[in-house]
């Protein structure tokens, strides 16, 4: 928070998170890129949450190759993610960069939060360019009337490893005056390739520096985040349960089992006939 208390700012280096994404699902550059980024916002907006429990899910619903991209983070950053299509793969743009916005295509982005109240909070705004770090800045500024600063950056590797993920988020507030926006915004410029900052080896710290130099600033927060799956047998079960009763058993006549496959952490559950269709009796 700078000490005039105009503005707040947080920083994320993601690389380990996009690491263990890549781990699972065996995107290729492209699809690294864009779920990287995808997720490394996510696990911003997750950490702006207030309460235990608070979710957030961020979703690009885009007509382009790498089809419906998703992250979930929670109240404390952790995050989770998948995408349509994980080998998405397309020709480079000229300047030599991953082609993210041809790959998400145009359509929508959605927000929902989860805050603990009946009804989760539902933002859908319209996918701007598909670069992700402007689709959120425009989320910010149309449905939560938050001036927002934003950058976002994903470096793959030749071994198609991530080399360096992360992300800066400035965010001004109410009352924030011109002195601060200026210089803010000169500084951002810093900012513009973020993850070759986290490559060149600079720390969270440095890189705050960079966006708030000549601004005075107090650091209230360290939290370590990391590719969180909740997945458990009990919510899979009740997925499976919820398909209902004829089409389970039409399922059932072809197999013995049911196989689920998370598509966040990948791991597998198994569901047995005699026991799906014993706790379908249960219930009814
Ligand atoms: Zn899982």
Sequence with gaps: MTRCGQARIMVINSTDIVNKMISYHHTTPTASAVLGRVM??????GCMLKDKGNSITLTFRGDGPAGMVMAVADYKGNVKGCIQNPGVDIPLKPNGKLDVSGAIGGGVMQVVKDIG???????????????????????FAESEQVPTLLALGVLVDTDLSCKAAGGVIIQLMP???????????KNAMALSNVSKLFSDGLSNEEILDLAMT??????F????VGYVCDCSVERTERAVISIGRKELEEIYKTQEKIEVTCRFCDKKYYFEKDYILGRIEDDE
């Design 214 to 219: 000549g601004i005075e600033y107090d650091l």
């Design 117 to 139: 109240l009946n009804e989760p909070y539902i933002g859908i705004s319209e996918i701007r360019s598909g670069e992700v770090a402007e689709d959120i800045t425009a989320y």
């Design 175 to 185: 009352g924030a005056g011109d002195e601060i926006i200026e210089k803010l915004e």
């Design 40 to 45: 490394t916002g996510a696990s911003l907006m």
């Design 221 to 224: 927060d360290e939290i370590d």
